[in-house]
């Protein structure tokens, strides 16, 4: 598993984490989400002992990175795609990740298998790799030891709509086998559909973590009804906030709650759902709203893809 305690990286005056604390347990995908700026990528770093701490840890299988006897064998790691040397063919690299630890040969084949790189693709300059291929490729090397956690900052980056579906029942599958996956997104939906449990992060602070039941409930509930105003009106007598939405009513009451206010009200009710992709779109945009600048769009449209 993983491990973050009051983790905290400061440069100058400048804090780009701030006390964050959460944990990734086996068996679960936990997505990690933020809008650009928040703290993501520089926490994964501390992870893996690419950025010293200010102040807190983080741990892996209950040791820090650097105390891991042989790192890639426990923990795979693609923070970059395009971190990798351009020089060499895709074979080279991965021929490389698994001599250096020490797997069988047979890894490499096995793994340009799984990704899906042809013979051909595999012989390729990396320099004439797509991002989409640089993806595979780096997943290819995180897998290459067999380890017992992930850590993937972005991997759907560059992707097309088949590739994300690969890579989502790849890590699914993955997790399913008890391993801990932790993974960095700002495509909501694509979060929304493979996560177990979801942490967001702003400014470098937890604003808000749990399962992804949890927190979907947390967004709401959506409601269309014959009578929409005056269920609004029973809603708000009852406790509950409504606003009209494109979904319907929004209300933070669960659906069993807004069955019975309706049917005391005698009102007919012709859609009653908790939130959704779009509740957790939703919920993440407030929650991040003080962090947000000219890319809000961006993770909006990401969410709809």
Known sequence: MITVSHLTKTYGGFRAVDDVTFS????????????????KSTTMRIMVGLTPASSGEATILGRHFSELPNPGREVGVLLDASAQHAGRTGREILTLAQRTMRMP?????????????????????????????????????ALIGDPEVLILDEPANGLDPAGIRWMRDLLRGYA???????????????????????IVIGQGRVVAQGTKHELLEAAGTYVRATDPARLAAALVAAGHPAEQSQQGLRTDASTDE????????GIALRELRPADGA????MFLALTADTQRDDTHDLQQGAAA
Do not use: C, W
Not at 31 to 37: I, R
Not at 112 to 137: H, I, K, N, P
Not at 176 to 198: F, M, P, R, W
């Open 105 to 141: 040969k047979s890894r490499v084949e096995e793994m340009l298998a799984l990704v899906s790189l042809t013979d051909e693709e595999a012989g390729r300059r990396v320099r004439d790799y797509s991002l989409g291929m640089r993806q595979r490729l780096g997943i290819a090397a």
């Open 279 to 282: 509740g957790l779109e939703e």
């Open 24 to 39: 990734a347990q086996p068996g679960r995908v936990t997505g990690f989400l933020g809008p650009n700026g928040a703290g």
């Open 176 to 198: 399913n086998q008890g391993g801990t996956v932790l993974l960095s997104s700002h495509l909501l939906h694509e979060i929304e559909v493979i996560a177990d449990d979801i």
């Open 258 to 265: 807004v069955g019975d206010i309706a049917l005391a009200a």
